[in-house]
């Protein structure tokens, strides 16, 4: 009759733990969903705040820009300045020779000619005639070219600034679809962060609840147990830290050893088959589950606390603290045996235990 009451409590703990692993797988899987949607996340976020940097630089070299060409068209405007004076003295040394020329001392080829006592007084005077009028000539192309320096000058000034305001505008636009990018961005992690807290956190209420639920279901079967004369109990960590090195140093020497789920051995672990693995070279036994290893061994108050070989628990996973905040697990699917923060996960610790 006893065997049968030790039977019946055993098979209510093989199966409140058989829960248990069946809810923090179902938690495990809802919380590396939601890590890798913040993982993403962020890696956008990333690619905005990069792409928002190299914006602000643009638009400083544009400023720069700007200000040298500000600086060009003020030293332009007083050269159109210096210009317009010499256009404008030319145009009056052009009237002032006219006017002594074609009107108080107006001189005709025919004058010329009728008023010469010979052919070289002749010559002399025409050639005079001549090269005032080439003078002059040469004073009216230098007045038209200095016209269409100043026009040409104009008009790159206005292009050039032209530009500039343009690549302004667009740059603005830019920052102004950037920076609402980035907003919408910001506000999609943050959602994906508040629900990975509130999975991770629901996560282990439910882990809270049903290692109550466990417990009792254990010290039922415990009593059960006793009560048949069966004296086995889990033994309490002896405080050997040769073991605990000891599986340190192993624990080293197997990091980028793949992840497989459900591997137990140097081909492939999975977090708990990992943590198994190394305490079982040194004749302890852990738990195959990370949800029991969550409970086993002797606790360990907080990671001030926590010391070299002690078994670091999150909701459905678990990893070898080796010191310095620093934890050695089996990663995820499609990763390997990693050293790694103990605050990088991303989840909540929910126990720290020893069992050396």
Known sequence: MRKRIFKGFAAVL????????TVFAV????????????????????????????????????ELKMANKSDEID??????????????????????????????????LAEVFLTSSDMSTMLNKAAYVQEVYNYDRNKLDEMAQTANEIKELKENLENDKKELDEAQTQLTEKQALLYSTIQDTQAKADDVNSQLESAVQKAAEVAAKKAAEQ??????????????NNNATTTPAKGDSSVASGVVSLAYSLLGVPYVSGGSSPSGFDCSGFTSYLFRQYGITLSRSSSAQAYGGTAVNGLANAQPG?????????????????????????GSVRLVGVNSIGMSVIAIRRYW
């Open 14 to 21: 093989l199966s409140s733990t058989l829960t248990v692993s």
């Open 310 to 334: 002690d078994v670091i628990c999150f909701p459905g996973h678990v990893g070898l603290y080796v010191g310095g905040g620093q934890m050695i697990h089996a990663n995820v699917p499609g």
């Open 27 to 62: 938690f495990a899987d809802d919380v590396d969903k939601l890590k890798q949607q913040k993982q993403q996340t962020e890696q956008e976020l990333g690619d905005l705040q990069n792409q928002w940097a190299y914006l602000l630089q643009q638009m400083d070299e544009l």
């Open 215 to 228: 417990a009792a279901a254990a010290a039922k079967a415990n009593q059960a147990q006793q009560s048949n």
């Open 75 to 108: 030293a332009a405007n007083i050269k159109l300045q210096e210009a317009e004076k010499v256009q404008a003295s030319q145009y009056e040394d052009m009237k002032l020779r006219i006017k002594y020329m074609y009107e108080d001392q107006s001189v005709s």
